[in-house]
Nanobody
């Protein structure tokens, strides 16, 4: 079993920045893909970004490309999401997810473990 714990959410003004962290514990897989999803009120959960645990090109949703950066620290079993130039439409609960495979996917159904989520609010 893998446990994921997100942190770093909060309320910021438009144009501000936040850095989300996701710490993995338990039966951690060195070769699994990690991702961030988000869910706004009344909307479906959507893909934000993903990264292969062993390296490779990160993937981003078009809506966050150029503003968000995903990274990972394998020694700490932690994945980060640096969010810059935040917009009100980025307001959502952000979830960290882990997949028991090497390669990333943008489909939430492909991920096996989920964190409890962290709230991000962006005011205009």
């Amino acid at each position: 079993q893998v446990q994921l714990l997100e942190s770093g959410g909060g309320l910021v003004q438009a144009g501000g920045s936040l850095r989300l962290s996701c710490a993995a514990s338990g039966r951690t897989f060195r070769r699994n893909a990690m991702a961030w999803f988000r869910q706004a009120p009344g909307k479906e959960r959507e893909f934000v970004s993903a990264i292969n645990w062993i390296g490779g090109t990160p993937y981003y949703a078009d809506s966050v490309k150029g503003r968000f950066t995903i990274s990972r620290d394998n020694a700490k079993n932690t994945v980060y999401l640096q969010m810059n130039s935040l917009k009100p439409e980025d307001t959502a609960v952000y979830y960290c997810a882990a997949r028991s495979r090497i390669f990333v996917s943008s489909s939430a159904n492909e991920y096996d473990y989920w964190g409890q989520g962290t709230q991000v609010g962006v005011s205009s």
